[in-house]
């Protein structure tokens, strides 16, 4: 499932509500149309009636009728279900309402989608007993609606700590990912990056930066160390013993 149908599966793509009071009693209407398939295939229409908060009666495109939740909302489903224009236009619903304004919805916002920059960059350095901290971050992207994946050898990571999306103030948004592993040798590490901006999700992979002659770890120093002093102390013992032969010899 891409980004773009998996985010627009929570979104509520427009909400109408009417408040009234009377007497300390409130009421209110919420209509919702729910998808998440870019054509609009697996749409559905829910009308919602509202009682002090609680839902009263609703009317759900995939059931096709009305559903009452208390007594009352009870007896107004099957009176309602009894009209047949009432059901006919809100059965129409999914179509003249729903799919309508989500297509101009992803005129007005897919179509203008801006892709992340993304950087891997390395927090902190490891080895094989203490972890290495890698960060994804991804800059300058609209809209918010983003996911950040690791990925260790193909297989997904769960195991990570996010920041929220946080605004920019130019209307674009920034987000950063971090990982915290043991290095292996030949392992991958990769961010991957969903978002309305690609039309496929994007694989970044880590290519950690070649070890110098100055960031040697401590037991190749150590070794290296040892390996010298072993070989000063031949040299010195070959030159003494070249200095004692000679001396006898004269």
């Given amino acids: 499932m891409s980004l773009p149908k998996l985010w627009s599966f929570h979104h509520i793509l427009m909400l109408s509500v009417f408040t ?10 919420w209509s919702q149309c729910i998808y998440s398939y870019s054509d609009f295939s697996d749409m559905v229409f829910l009308d919602g009636f509202y009682f002090n908060k609680y839902l009263h009666v609703q009317f759900n495109s995939t059931v096709g009728e009305f559903v009452g939740f ?23 619903e999914v179509d ?4 309508h304004d989500a297509e101009l919805y992803g005129t007005a916002v897919h179509d203008k989608a801006v892709a992340p920059v993304v950087k891997l960059s390395l927090v902190k350095k490891g080895d094989s007993r203490r972890p290495s901290l890698l960060m994804c971050s991804a800059y300058d992207f609209y809209p918010e609606q983003i996911k950040v994946s ?4 193909g297989a997904l990571v769960t195991d990570v700590t996010s920041t929220e999306k946080m ?3 130019d ?28 039309s496929k999700p994007m694989i970044y992979d ?13 037991p190749l120093l150590f070794t290296v160390g040892v390996a010298a002093l072993m070989l000063g102390i031949i040299i010195a013992a070959a030159g003494f013993i070249y200095y004692k032969s000679k001396s006898m010899t004269i």
């Fill in 70 to 92: 208390t007594e009352i909302g009870v007896r107004d489903a099957e009176n309602w279900n009894k009209d047949p224009n009432i059901l006919q236009q809100y059965r129409a």
């Fill in 171 to 198: 209307w674009y948004y920034q987000i950063h990912t971090e990982l915290e592993y043991i290095p292996k040798a030949g392992e991958k590490i990769s961010c991957m990056v969903e978002h309305a901006g690609f």
């Fill in 150 to 153: 690791w990925l260790r050898n």
């Fill in 167 to 169: 605004p920019n103030g």
């Fill in 20 to 29: 009234g009071a009377a007497k300390g009693y409130y009421f209110h209407h």
């Fill in 206 to 218: 880590w290519n950690p930066p070649p070890v110098s002659e100055f960031e040697w770890s401590a």
């Fill in 96 to 99: 003249t309402f729903c799919k």
